[in-house]
C-alpha cells in the first residue's frame, strides 16, 4: 500500500511550457493560476507548513463545522479524485491550473482549465465523475456521453457548463463559445488571451517564484461594472453620493469604505482606498511553516500626508517582545485626516465629524480638539497587549489581557497635562453615570511610578463573597514619559511601560523589525487567556450554538489547540513603491516535534 | 370540592396523544414527540407524578454561565434560562419561574446588574412550587426587588410606597382589597429594608419604629410583621389562585374554582405544589374548555416550537426571537408584568412569530448533520409525502379537529419534491397556524 502510494505521488513537475494564462481571454478581470499547487501536494509529506498544519486541529474544527450536504459534496470530492483529495488534487493541478473569470450583462462568464499529471488519471477522474452524476441524478448513462469530438477535444454540455478534455488538459466553461475559444487558444490558432495583455504580464512578472497560487484582478474593469463606484473609490469631489443601486455590484463595500470615516481612522487611508487602485495581485505562498499571503494594491492615489512615512520617535519597541499578547502599530496623522475631511469623505459625514470633536472639547475642557490637539500628536501609533497584574482578590471571573496605547506628542508641556486632566474629566463622567445605575464608582488618584505620576482610576474592591466582574479588568491609568502619552486599560501595564520608557531615556525607533504597519498576534500568549476563560467558553459555545456540554467542551479545547499552533500572526501593511500598498499576512505555526531537524550537539 | 377541581379520571381512550401533549404544553414548555410517548405509555398519574421529579441542571453550563455574567450582559442571562427551558430537566419548575417572572415583574432595565436579575431567578426557581408566604418574604427581600421598587430609597419620614403599592396592587390583593391608607403605612413598616452592594440590608436607623394600621391591624409593625398581614387576607389567597388557574388552566376560570384553589393554598399551608398539582390533576384542565384556550407567550412558543422539532438551536437565538414577538425575558415591560392574551398577537408580534416559526422549519428541520434528535428521527422518516403531512399534523398539533387546515397541509405535501422537503413544508404551514399559536 505504501508503495502504491508513493508510486502515486511520482508526479512530474510543473510544464514550463504550460501557461494557464494563454486559454484565458484578454477581457478577464480575474485570473486565478496555481503554479506550485500540484507539487507542494505532491510533496506535502515533506512540508514543514503541511505537516504543522495536519497535526493542528484545524481540520477536525473544520469537519465538524460542516453539515451534512458539505460533507457529502466532499465525499463526492475525493471520489472523483480517487480516493484521496490531496493526492488527487496533485495530480490534477499537477503542471498548473487557471482560471478567469469576466462579467457580462451583470454575469460572470469563465473558463478553468488544468493540465494534469497525465491524459489516464485524469481520463478516470472524468469516468469517476460521470458514473457519479449518473448515480445522484438517475439520469442514463448514455446522455452523458461526450456530446461532441473536435480537434482530438471529449466536450460535454452539461446545462449551463461545458467541459472538455484533450489529453493531459481539461477545461471547464460557462459556455460552448467560451470553452471553444480556449481550446483554439491552446492550440495556437486564437492569439488573443491573457497571457498577451501587457499590464498583466507586468503584474505576473513581479510574482513570486515558489507562489502556490497567485491572483489577479482588474480593479478598474470591476469598478467600472459599478456605475458610481469609479469616482467613489477615487475619493474625487464631484461625485460623492453613496451608491443608490450598487449594493451588489462588485466591490460595493469596498467602495463605499473608501469614503467612510470609521474605516479611515481604523484601516488608515491608504487601506480604506484600496478599492480605488487599478490593480491588485495576491500571491500566497509556503515558506517553512510559515503560509504567507500577500494582496497588492497597485495604481493606488493617497492623498499627502496620509501616506506611512515619517520618522516615528520616542515610543518604545518592547522591552520583552515575548510577554505581549498582541502589538499594533500604525500610522494615523488624525490632524492631517481631519484636515482633508472635506475631500475624503461624503458631505453628510463632514458635519458630524465636526460635532463629535466639538463634543469631544468639552473633555479637554474648552480646548480645540481639531485644531490645537490633534497636529500636537504624533502620527505613529502603538498599542500594546500584555497580562494584566491583578492585586490580591481583585482577579476577574473572565480575565482579560491589559492594552495601552502609545502616543508621541509634539509639545509634551502642553498636551500632556490637556490630555491627563480630559483622563480625569472622562472618569468623572463615567461616575455619573454609574452613580445614576446605582453602580459603585470609580476611585481617581495619583500614583506614582519612579519620578512619574499616573493618573489611575480603580473600581472600589468587591464585597466578600460577591462575583468580581468584567468590569475589573478595567483599571484605567494615563502618564506621560517625555514625548510619549500613556494611556492604558490597566494601571500594571501602564506602570511596566513607564519603567521600559524611563530606562531607554534616549528616543528610540518605535519600529524596530517593523516596517510599514503591524499587527502581531502571538497564539500561545492568546491561548493562556482561552484556557484561563474556558468555562465561559463552553457555556459561552452551548448558548451561541446550542450545543451539549460535550460538543462545546471538545470545539473549545480544538480552538486552544490551534491557537496554541499558531507560534505568530502577522499583519502588515507596507508602500513598497509609490502608489501601491501591500497588505501582507502570515501565519507561522508551531512545528511539530517530530518534524523539527534534530538539532547538532556542539562537541 | 368545586367539581371542576375534582381529579380527572380518564376514561378508557382519553389519555390520548391530544390530552398527554396539553399536560406537557401547560406545565412545561412543550413534549418532545419521544417524551408524549413515554407520557402516553406510562399513564396519567405517572405522568403527572413525573412532572415534580427533575433532573440536575447541565453542570458545565451553570459552571460556565456563574462566570460569563460576570460580562455584565442580560442577554446572556436570557439565554441561559432559555437553555434550562430547552433541556426539558425541570420542566414545571422552569414554567413556574416564568410564572413568577411575570408575577413579580423586575427590569434589568431599572435594576442594571445581571447578578441580582440572576439572584431573583434562582429565588424564583427555588420556591417555584414551594411555600408561597416564604416566597413572598423573600421576595421583598430580594436586592433586585428593592432596586427597582426604590427599597433604598423608603426609610422613616420619607416612606416611598412603591413596594408597598405593588405588594398590595399586583403581588398578594388586586385592587379593591385595600385603601390608600394601607398603602402607606405599609409602606412605613417596610422602611428600612434596602440593599448593600449586591445583597439585602435592613437599617433600623432607617427604620420608622412608629406605631401603624395596616388592613384593620394596628401595632409596631415592620416588614415582616405587614406581609403576614396581607397574606392573612383571603383576597391574598384568592389572588394567588386565580393567577395560577389563569397561566396553567383556563384565561377565565370559572369563580368557584378560584375559591376552591384559594381554600387548596391555605389548608396545605401555602403550598404552590400542592395548588399546581390540582389544578393539572383537575376535570377542569382537562376539560374541551381548557384546551389551547391561551395565546402561547412568545417564550412558551419558541421553547416548544424548537423541542417539538428537536432541532439544534441557539439558546440565546431562541431568547432573542421571544424578545422579538413582544417578551424579552429579564425585562417586562412594567411591573405589571406582560398583558398577554391577545395582545401577544398584534400585528408586529405575529409577523415576528411567522417569520421565526417558518424559518425554523425549513432552514433547520433535518438540515443538522449531527446525530441529535429531531422530528424525523424521532421516528421512522416519511416514506411519502402523504405521511410527511401526517406526521407534522399529528405531532405538533395532536387533536387537530380542524379539517380545514389538515386539507391545506395534505395538497401542500403533494406538490414538494421529496418526502423530507414535504416534511419542512408541513411543519411550517402547521406552526404558522392560527391553531399552533395557542396551548
Known amino acids: 500500500m505504501h508503495i502504491v502510494l508513493c508510486l502515486l505521488l511520482q508526479i512530474p513537475g510543473a510544464s514550463p511550457s504550460f501557461d494557464p494564462a494563454r486559454l484565458i481571454p484578454a477581457s478577464a478581470m480575474v485570473y486565478v493560476e496555481a503554479p506550485h499547487l500540484g507539487e507542494f501536494l505532491g510533496r506535502r509529506g515533506d512540508e514543514p507548513f503541511a505537516c504543522a498544519l495536519g497535526a493542528s486541529p484545524l481540520g477536525a474544527l473544520i469537519e465538524e463545522g460542516l453539515d451534512a450536504e458539505a460533507r457529502k459534496n466532499l465525499a463526492n470530492l475525493a471520489e472523483i479524485l480517487g480516493g484521496s483529495t490531496a493526492d488527487g488534487l496533485a495530480h490534477l493541478a499537477a503542471r498548473g491550473a487557471g482560471f478567469g473569470v469576466t462579467f457580462r450583462r451583470g454575469k460572470p462568464a469563465f473558463v478553468a482549465c488544468v493540465r494534469a499529471s497525465d491524459e489516464a488519471w485524469l481520463t478516470a477522474a472524468i469516468d469517476r465523475a460521470l458514473e457519479l452524476v449518473v448515480r445522484e441524478s438517475g439520469i442514463d448513462a448514455s446522455a452523458l456521453e461526450p456530446n461532441d469530438e473536435n480537434e482530438g477535444a471529449r ?261 500632556a497635562p490637556q490630555i491627563l486632566a480630559a483622563f480625569q474629566t472622562t472618569v468623572g463622567v463615567l461616575n455619573a453615570d454609574r452613580a445614576q445605575k446605582r453602580q459603585q464608582p470609580l476611585l481617581l488618584s495619583v500614583a506614582r ?66 516596517r510599514g504597519e503591524r499587527l502581531l498576534l502571538r497564539g500561545p500568549a492568546v491561548a493562556t487567556y482561552l484556557v484561563k476563560n474556558l468555562d465561559a467558553l463552553v457555556a459561552n459555545n452551548m448558548l451561541e450554538k446550542g450545543h451539549t456540554a460535550e460538543e462545546a467542551q471538545a470545539r473549545t479545547d480544538a480552538l486552544v489547540t490551534l ?26 505555526l508551531t512545528e511539530p516535534v517530530s518534524t523539527r531537524p534534530a538539532k547538532t550537539e556542539p562537541r | 370540592m368545586n367539581a371542576a377541581l375534582s381529579r380527572w379520571r380518564p376514561r378508557p381512550g382519553a389519555w390520548d396523544r391530544a390530552a398527554a401533549a396539553h399536560l406537557l404544553a401547560r406545565a412545561g414548555f412543550g413534549g418532545t414527540p419521544a417524551e408524549i410517548d413515554a407520557a402516553l405509555a406510562q399513564g396519567f398519574d405517572a405522568s403527572l407524578a413525573g412532572l415534580f421529579e427533575e433532573r440536575a441542571p447541565d453542570a458545565a453550563l451553570a459552571r460556565g454561565a456563574e462566570k460569563l455574567l460576570a460580562g455584565g450582559d442580560v442577554d446572556v442571562l436570557a ?127 432607617r427604620h420608622d419604629a412608629g406605631p401603624k394600621t395596616v388592613l384593620g391591624q394596628s401595632g409596631n409593625f415592620d416588614g415582616d410583621a405587614v406581609i403576614d398581614i396581607v397574606l392573612a387576607q383571603p383576597a391574598c389567597s384568592r389572588w394567588i389562585a386565580r ?51 391561551r395565546v402561547a407567550g412568545p417564550v412558551e412558543l419558541v421553547a416548544r416550537s424548537v423541542r417539538q422539532l428537536g432541532v439544534r438551536f441557539s439558546p440565546r437565538l431562541a431568547a432573542a426571537a421571544a424578545a422579538r414577538m413582544g417578551q424579552t425575558l429579564f425585562r417586562p415591560p412594567s411591573v405589571k408584568g406582560w398583558e398577554g392574551g391577545k395582545a401577544w398577537i398584534h400585528v408586529g408580534a405575529w409577523i415576528a412569530r411567522q417569520d421565526f416559526l417558518s424559518s425554523l422549519a425549513a432552514d433547520h428541520l433535518g438540515r443538522d448533520g449531527d446525530a441529535r434528535t429531531d422530528l424525523t428521527r424521532a421516528r421512522e422518516r416519511p416514506a411519502s409525502n402523504a405521511a410527511a403531512a401526517e406526521m407534522a399534523l399529528l405531532q405538533l398539533l395532536p387533536g387537530l379537529e380542524d379539517e380545514r387546515l389538515a386539507a391545506i397541509v395534505r395538497a401542500a405535501a403533494e406538490k414538494c419534491g421529496s418526502a423530507d422537503d414535504a416534511l419542512r413544508l408541513c411543519a411550517a404551514l402547521v406552526m404558522t397556524s392560527p391553531e399552533y399559536q395557542l396551548v
Open chain 1, 155 to 415: 466536450t460535454w454540455y452539461l446545462g449551463p457548463l461545458a467541459l472538455a478534455q484533450r489529453g493531459d488538459l481539461l477545461v471547464l466553461a460557462s459556455s460552448p463559445g467560451w470553452l471553444r475559444d480556449a481550446l483554439d487558444r491552446d492550440a495556437g490558432e486564437e492569439p488573443e488571451s491573457l497571457a498577451g495583455s501587457a499590464p498583466f504580464v507586468a503584474a505576473r512578472g513581479a510574482r513570486a517564484t515558489d507562489a502556490l497560487v497567485w491572483a489577479w484582478m482588474d480593479v478598474a474593469a470591476l469598478r467600472s461594472l459599478n456605475p458610481k463606484g469609479s469616482a467613489e473609490a477615487q475619493g474625487s469631489a464631484e461625485e460623492k453620493a453613496p451608491p443608490a443601486d450598487g449594493d451588489e455590484a462588485p466591490l460595493a463595500d469596498l467602495i463605499a469604505m473608501g469614503q467612510d470615516p470609521g474605516a479611515h481612522y481604523l484601516l488608515g487611508t491608504p487601506l480604506a482606498r484600496i478599492a480605488g487602485a487599478s490593480t491588485w495581485t495576491l500571491s500566497a505562498r509556503v515558506e517553512g511553516s510559515a503560509f504567507d499571503i500577500a494582496l497588492r494594491a497597485d495604481g493606488l492615489t493617497v492623498p499627502a500626508n496620509l501616506e506611512p512615512t515619517g520618522a516615528p520617535r520616542a515610543l518604545p519597541a518592547p522591552a520583552d517582545p515575548g510577554a505581549e499578547c498582541f502589538d499594533l502599530v500604525v500610522h494615523r496623522d488624525l490632524s492631517a485626516i481631519y484636515q482633508q475631511r472635506a475631500e475624503l469623505f461624503r458631505p453628510e459625514e463632514v458635519p458630524q465629524i465636526a460635532r463629535g470633536f466639538a463634543d469631544l472639547s468639552l473633555l479637554f475642557g474648552g480646548v480645540d480638539v481639531a485644531e490645537e490637539l490633534l497636529p500636537k500628536l504624533g502620527p505613529w501609533l502603538r498599542v500594546v497587549g500584555r497580562p494584566a497584574r491583578f492585586d490580591a482578590n481583585r482577579t476577574p471571573e473572565i480575565e482579560l489581557p491589559a492594552a495601552a496605547l502609545l502616543v508621541d506628542l509634539d509639545d509634551p508641556e502642553t498636551t
Open chain 1, 449 to 514: 511610578e519612579g519620578d512619574v505620576e499616573i493618573s489611575v482610576a480603580r473600581p472600589l474592591a468587591p464585597r466578600a463573597g460577591e462575583g468580581i466582574d468584567i468590569v475589573h479588568n478595567l483599571v484605567p491609568a494615563c502618564a506621560h514619559v517625555g514625548r510619549t502619552l500613556i494611556l492604558g486599560t490597566h494601571e500594571s501595564l501602564v506602570r511596566e511601560l513607564v519603567q521600559d520608557l524611563t530606562a531607554k531615556r534616549a528616543p528610540s525607533d518605535m519600529r524596530g523589525d517593523v
Open chain 1, 563 to 588: 491557537t496554541r499552533t499558531v507560534e505568530r500572526l502577522e499583519l502588515t501593511t507596507t508602500t513598497p513603491i509609490e502608489h501601491a500598498l501591500e497588505l501582507r499576512a502570515r501565519v507561522q
Open chain 2, 79 to 205: 439565554g441561559w434560562w432559555m437553555a434550562r427551558m430547552l433541556s426539558g430537566a425541570a420542566p414545571l419548575r422552569e414554567r413556574m419561574t416564568l410564572v413568577w417572572h411575570g408575577h413579580f415583574a423586575t427590569s434589568w432595565d431599572k435594576v442594571s446588574e445581571v447578578r441580582m436579575m440572576h439572584a431573583q431567578n434562582e429565588l424564583f426557581r427555588q420556591h417555584a412550587l414551594g411555600d408561597f408566604r416564604v416566597l413572598l418574604h423573600a421576595v421583598a427581600r430580594d436586592p433586585a426587588m428593592l432596586r427597582w421598587l426604590d427599597g433604598d430609597d423608603n426609610v422613616g419620614g420619607r416612606p416611598n410606597e412603591n413596594f408597598a403599592r405593588e405588594l398590595m396592587e399586583l403581588f398578594a390583593l388586586g385592587l379593591g382589597a385595600y385603601t390608600e391608607s394601607d398603602v402607606k403605612e405599609a409602606a412605613r413598616a417596610l422602611t428600612g429594608w434596602g440593599t448593600d452592594g449586591m445583597s439585602f440590608a435592613s437599617r433600623p436607623r
Open chain 2, 243 to 293: 393567577r395560577l388557574l389563569v397561566e396553567l388552566a383556563m384565561p377565565e376560570p370559572p369563580p368557584g374554582a378560584v375559591e376552591d384553589l384559594a381554600r387548596v393554598l391555605t389548608d396545605s399551608g401555602w403550598s404552590l405544589r400542592a395548588a399546581v398539582e390540582t389544578i393539572l390533576a383537575s376535570e377542569l384542565f382537562f376539560s374541551s374548555a381548557a384546551r389551547r384556550a
